[in-house]
Structures are given as C-alpha cells and as structure tokens.
C-alpha cells in the first residue's frame, strides 16, 4: 500500500537519485526525466487504487464544514468564506508562527537559567605514584553534584538584528494575511462576475433558441405548403444548432463558476442573490499615475516585498555580527558537590559560588561554522530584485487594468447608442406587421441582431467589473464594503 511515508522516502530517493541538490544539475533531460518518473509515479498510484487499494491514507480535514443551501446571497457566501477558505486560514497559521518566532527573538535578551543534577560513580586503581599524598591501592565511591548556572548577555548584536528581522517578518506575515483576504474578496467577486455572464448569456441564447425554434417551423410549415424555401430552413436550423451549442457551454460555464464558489467559500448553493449596481462603482483615484502611487503604498504583495527586504538586510546585519562582533556576557554558578571518595583517599562536601564576565571574540571562520554573511549578502540582493520586480508588475498591473476599464466604459456607451437604434428599427418594422404590410417574422433578423448587441453591451459592463474589481485588488482598497455593492434581487 502506498503510505505518507513511503511517497516522502520516493520524493527523497529521487532527490538524490537524480542529483536535484547539485547546482546547475537541471538541464532540459533531467526536467523531462523528473517529470517522467513524477508521472510514472501518479499512473502507478492510479493502477493501484483501481486495483481497490488506497493510494493515500485518509486525510484528516481540519477545515469547517462545507454547507449546502438552495439560495445565497455574495454576503453570506462572503460571511462563510471568511472562516472557510483555506488560504486565509492558511495565512493566519503564519501570523501565528510569526507572532511565536518574535516573541522567541524577544527572550534572547533575558537571562538563560540551567539547573543540574549529576550522580557519577568513579573506579579507580592507582598502581603507581611519586606523589606522597596519594594512596595506592583501588578506590570506588559515588559523586553528587548539583548547581545551577545563570547567564546574562550585556552586549550581543546578532539578538538585536535577530529581532529587528523577525519584527519585520511578523509585519510581512501580517500583510499576507490581508492579502490573502483580499484575494479571496477579489476571487469571489470575480466568481460572480462570471455567474452573472454566464446567467446572462444564457438567457440571451435561451430567447436566441425559442426565435429560431420559431421561424424554422413557419419556414418548414410554409415549404410543406409550396411556397418556402428550403435554403432558407436549412440556414435557420443552422444557426438554431450553433445557439443549441452556444448554450450548452454556457450552462456547463455556469455549473463551474458554482463549482469555483464552493471552492472559495466551503458553500455549495443553488442560486446566488445579487445585483450588480452599475452606478455604485467609483475608483479610489480617476488618475492612473495617481493608482500606481496608491497601489505602492498599500498593495499587500508590494508591501510585503517591502517587509522582506528590510528582514533581510537586518539579516545581513546579523550574520556580519554573528560572524565577526564581540559578546560580552555576565555569568553566575553555585554548586554543591558531595564526593564519596577521591585520589587522596578521603571524600569531600563542597559549596562554591563563580561570578564572572565572559568576553568572545571570533578571530577565524566564525566559530567553526562557516562565514553567514557572504550567503545574506546574496540572498538581500536577490530580494531587492525582486522588490523591483513586483513593484514593475505591479504599475503594468494597475496601468493595464486601468486602460481597459477606461475602454469598457467607451464601449458601454457605444454599445447603447447602437442598441437604441436597434430598439427604433425593431418599432419601424413592428408598425409595418400591425399595419399588415408585413409578417410576424420579416423582424427576426433585426430581434436577433439587437440581442447580439445587448449581448455585446453586457459583456463590456462585466469587463468594466473585472476591472473594476482588478484596480481595488491592485491599489489595496478592496475590502467588505465592496461586497455590498452588489446586493439585491437574483442574478
């Protein structure tokens, strides 16, 4: 059976196998050989659970559990989504382990205190001795030894540092945190951004379908009669199995997007309640230089960055001090030792009390353990690159998010100049069908067309969303607030 274990022994074995710890050792073959041998692996795990045997053992789920309801609001999946999702909960273990590690780095700076016990037994046989004291012959006697040690650092500039670093790695876990909150904001608002497309699709390619159900029968009706076309009903039908297929990717889009908000919020339900209100949305900034500023001041990924490079050039610090600075420490010790016997022939009973300073200076590979700086050094560089890296991101980001919010809002306008002179179109040809100067289908094509257009118009407002959405997420102003925005009657 294949355990936990046995697949954390393969992943080591192969480790070693394929030489993953050697620098440089990951060239184009070896990829395609770990991912082979991965593969073999999950095709290996595969035969054996068909076989009817386990391929791992149960895992115990600590989340809370999934609920099931037939109608939601976005605020109640949001309210159990909050508790629920897992990078969330994730990203609060870490400010928890931060918030441990810092409070660690704080009692560096308090005195240590040891207590110890020793019971020890000495066989001793002296054969031969110039020293008059001394007694030949063997002797065998037991020794007590009880003390305890206390040592207090005065000067030691690796805990400083030490704690600076944790102090900033605490904030940044705390950011990610927010960050992942965020995300989980901005996921689920998208995930009913998408729903409601999807809905909206849907009804378009319902009525699409029901038209074109229509017109093909008067066409097959008016062939049967003599006087129709078969070209014509031919071209209806197609059209009406290209609408049948179009709604069918819709409603499995649809059953995905339900899917993708169980996976956010541990909530599987039925109908999501909302309404999206156009009018509501406002940018913090309508200023694109104004958004890049906002999002390097307040986006949690930015931000973040920020807070692991000052770890780590407080790092840096601490390895330049751990490697060449001086400790001074006081130290203090009493002891009672209770010795059966000794060299001399008599035992003893003794009480001492050592006070001191201790003064370590390292003079050469630090102690024996290597230079620590040289590999700070390299890993600081690393992140300030990075830093740069996702602050450059970051601006393209906001500034394309920007640029097609901008080009979303354009065509909205657009799109409802175009659907209003279909509305008129549509009221021409209906006044010629009341005045008999036409038939019941003459305005199919222009009903079709005026749907594509609202189709078009709908499409650009939830692309104005996803943007929306997108720059709130970028700039760090995304929060509860603007769940509420979309909030009402069924999407």
Same mark, same amino acid.
């Given at each position: ?249 819709? #409603?499995? !889009?649809?059953? &995905? ?5 169980? /996976?956010?919020?541990? @909530?599987? $339900? %039925? ?65 009672? #030792?209770? !010795?059966?016997? &000794? ?5 003893? /009973?003794?009480?001492? @009390?050592? $006070? %001191? ?81 036409? @038939? ?52």
């Amino acid at each position: 059976m294949i355990t936990l274990a046995n697949l954390v022994r393969l992943a080591c074995l192969s480790a070693v196998t394929v030489g993953c710890a050697s620098t440089g050792g990951l060239g184009g073959k070896q990829v395609s050989a770990d991912v082979s041998a991965w593969a073999a692996s999950a095709n290996n795990q595969a035969a054996q659970m068909a076989a009817g045997m386990p391929a791992t053992p149960a895992a115990v789920d600590a989340a809370p559990t999934r609920a099931t309801l037939a109608s939601a609001s976005l605020g109640e999946l949001y309210a159990n989504g909050v508790d629920f999702n897992p990078q969330i909960r994730v990203a609060r273990s870490r400010v928890a382990v931060a918030d441990a590690e810092l409070s660690n780095a704080a009692l560096r700076f308090f005195p240590a205190l040891t207590g110890k016990a020793t019971r020890s037994y000495t066989f001793q046989n002296i054969l031969n001795s110039d020293n008059q004291v001394f007694q030949q012959g063997t002797a065998e006697y037991g020794t007590t030894n009880v003390a305890i040690e206390g040592r207090m650092p005065i000067i030691n500039l690796e805990n400083v540092f030490n704690y600076r670093k944790t102090d900033s790695q605490q904030r940044k876990s705390y950011v990610e945190y927010v960050g992942a909150a965020q995300t989980f904001i901005r996921d689920l608002m998208i995930a009913y951004i998408d729903l409601a497309e999807a809905n909206a699709i849907i009804d378009e390619y319902r009525q699409r379908v029901s038209l074109l159900q229509s017109r093909t029968s008067n066409e097959r009706a008016r062939q049967s009669a003599g006087n129709g076309s078969a070209e014509m009903a031919l071209g209806f039908e197609q059209e009406l199995s290209d609408a049948q297929a179009q709604l069918g990717v819709q #409603e499995a !889009r649809q059953k &995905s997007v339900m899917i993708r908000i169980e /996976e956010l919020t541990g @909530t599987k $339900v %039925g109908t999501v309640r909302g309404h999206i209100a156009m009018a509501n949305l406002t940018l913090p900034i309508e200023d694109v230089e104004g958004l890049i500023d906002l999002a390097l001041s307040n986006n949690p990924r930015y931000i973040a960055k920020k807070y692991e490079v000052d770890a780590f050039d407080d790092e840096t610090r601490r390895a330049v001090a751990k490697d060449f600075g001086p400790t001074l420490d006081s130290f203090a010790s009493h002891e009672y #030792e209770n !010795r059966g016997g &000794s060299q001399f022939g008599g035992g003893s /009973e003794t009480v001492q @009390t050592v $006070v %001191g300073l201790q003064l370590s200076v390292p003079i050469f590979n630090a102690g024996g353990q290597g230079y620590q700086f040289t590999t700070a050094v390299a890993r600081n560089q690393q992140i300030s690159a990075e830093l740069a890296m996702v602050a450059s991101e970051t601006k393209s980001a906001v500034a394309m998010s920007y640029s097609n919010y901008l080009a979303a809002r354009l065509r909205i306008q657009r799109d409802s100049q175009t659907i209003r002179k279909g509305s008129e179109l549509i009221s021409l040809v209906n006044q010629r069908v009341a005045d008999a100067a036409g @038939t019941v289908d003459d305005g199919l094509q222009a009903r079709l067309d005026l749907a594509s257009y609202m189709r078009q118009r709908q499409q650009a407002q939830f692309q104005l969303l996803r943007e929306w959405v997108q720059i709130k997420h970028l700039t760090g102003a995304l929060s509860e607030a603007d769940v509420q925005v979309f909030s009402g009657t069924n999407i």
